[in-house]
């Protein structure tokens, strides 16, 4: 399918979707605002801009401040498309037609103009920034509760289109991290493979989804990890690469470790991890269907990494024993994934169908996604091992430390840890696996 047919159905859905809920929840009309620049305080360069997720789920215009969506049961669309006079900037280009043509698209020179809109006295629903809202009278609900939860959750089924616009988004980001993998090899600096994934994704950095974890050696241990070195390592030990892409405003979130060159012993033991640790990925991200709890998943993959731990030795006692004794938190105290789309860690992944809160389980607070997996959920897989001094030093203090091969361990935290990651699409069937399928088209 095209993209204009793609997008054709993904705003028919979403408008059909839209009708009910205005009507359900009381409203004549929903706006919502794509926000607007901030300023630094004491400064007058603005911060990167990007859109939020409510805006980019309509209409792929991921950096376009101060336009204003206007949406109305059995009406066209209309898209307050700002393009002011301003001999300062260029202002935004113009909308292109395969998606513009689902939109009554009118030009504005000031975001005065759509405030008038606004200030219409109906049953008014309008999502964006507060301060931005503020005084546009007592008739409009800001960013109402049950209508935003709403919509949330039809967020977490992805359209046609939100797919393809993931799957292009997982190949960008497979090129550049082939590319950053070479660059790796060629042993280069933390900076020089940022510069290199750049490169090869050809886009402006602000354009990242998230910004990207380029960890060399020990640096893999610290979990969101946020320098790039200039100078690199004496010895290219290890490689840890979390980055994606956007395309429309969609995300990837991929990560790969590698290892670097070294024959040493601990060397190939950590080549044996990381094999293990992308087997068990695998096997996670296959078993993402509808109707598996994700908690579960989560408790599976720790499952994994304990026969992991076991079978090299680096832990003794029956898996059961490993993770009843917590002795995989301290390996793996992060969550087995998120839900993905124009946000790369997307909404209501800790409620249910219904907007009633789902906690994640006292044991595992950093987990992200609680519920039931649906069919058109895109969810991040990406179970991780890592060797964390602060962590290991606690594990150390406890009885479950008893069953640690400490020299062993020890040994392996010059190589920092392992993270492998792909984007899943849920379906009733066979799961898709995006990233693995992005890595297979460009090989
Ligand atoms: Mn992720």
């Not at 498309?81 to 301003?86: F, G, I, N, R």
């Not at 429309?248 to 990560?255: E, M």
Request: hydrophobic share 40%; glycine share 8%.
């Amino acid at each position: 399918m095209s993209d204009q047919a793609l997008y054709s159905a993904h705003i028919n859905h979403r408008r059909e979707r839209l009708d009910h809920l205005l009507n359900a929840h009381g409203f004549d009309v929903l706006f919502i605002h794509s926000g607007r620049l901030s300023y630094p305080r004491f400064d007058d360069r603005a911060q990167p801009f990007r859109v939020h997720g409510h805006f980019n789920a309509w209409v792929p215009l991921p950096y376009t401040p101060d336009c204003l969506l206007e949406l109305r049961s059995g009406q066209r669309p209309v898209l307050w498309y700002l393009q002011p006079e301003d001999f300062w900037h260029a202002p935004p280009k113009a909308p292109e037609e395969w998606w513009a043509s689902q939109w009554d698209v009118q030009i504005i020179k000031d975001p005065a103009d759509w405030v008038k809109r606004i200030e219409r006295s109906e049953a008014t629903a309008v999502i964006g920034e507060e301060a931005h809202l503020a005084g546009l009278g007592d008739h409009i609900a800001v960013n109402p509760r049950s209508l935003m939860q709403a919509l949330d959750e039809d967020r977490t089924f992805k359209t046609e289109y939100e797919r393809a616009c993931i799957y292009q988004a997982s190949l960008k980001g497979a090129r550049a991290h082939r590319a950053a993998k070479a660059a790796f090899d060629e042993g280069q600096s933390e900076l020089g493979i940022f510069q290199a994934y750049l490169h090869a994704l050809n886009e402006d950095p602000m354009t990242l989804p998230y910004d990207g974890i380029v960890a060399l050696n020990d640096h893999a241990s610290i979990l969101h990890y946020q320098h790039r070195d200039i100078e690199g390592p004496k010895a290219h030990l290890s490689f840890l690469l979390d980055a994606g892409a956007d395309h429309l405003g969609y995300a990837s979130d991929i990560t790969r470790t590698h290892m670097g060159h070294a024959q040493t012993r601990e060397g190939g033991m950590f080549q044996g991890l990381i094999d293990a640790m992308d087997h068990l990925e695998r096997g996670l991200a296959h078993s993402a269907r509808a109707g598996h709890s994700f908690v579960d998943m989560h408790h599976q993959a720790h499952q994994g990494i304990a026969q992991i731990l076991s079978q090299t030795d680096l832990v003794s006692g029956s898996s059961e024993s490993i993770v009843a004794g917590g002795i995989t938190r301290t390996f793996f105290p992060h969550g087995l994934g998120h839900f993905l789309g124009a946000q790369v860690h997307d909404v209501a992944g800790q409620v249910d169908g219904q907007g009633r809160p789902l906690p994640p389980p006292p044991d595992d607070p950093m987990l992200r996604l609680t519920r039931a997996l649906k069919e058109g959920n895109v969810v991040t897989i990406e179970p991780g091992l890592y060797f964390i001094p602060m962590l290991l030093e606690k594990l150390k203090g406890e009885s479950a430390g008893q069953q640690v091969n400490w020299p062993a361990v020890e040994s392996l935290i010059p190589f920092g840890g392992i993270r492998i990651e792909d984007n899943v699409l849920v379906t009733e069937a066979e799961p898709v696996n995006y990233t693995r399928e992005a890595f297979h088209a460009i090989d």
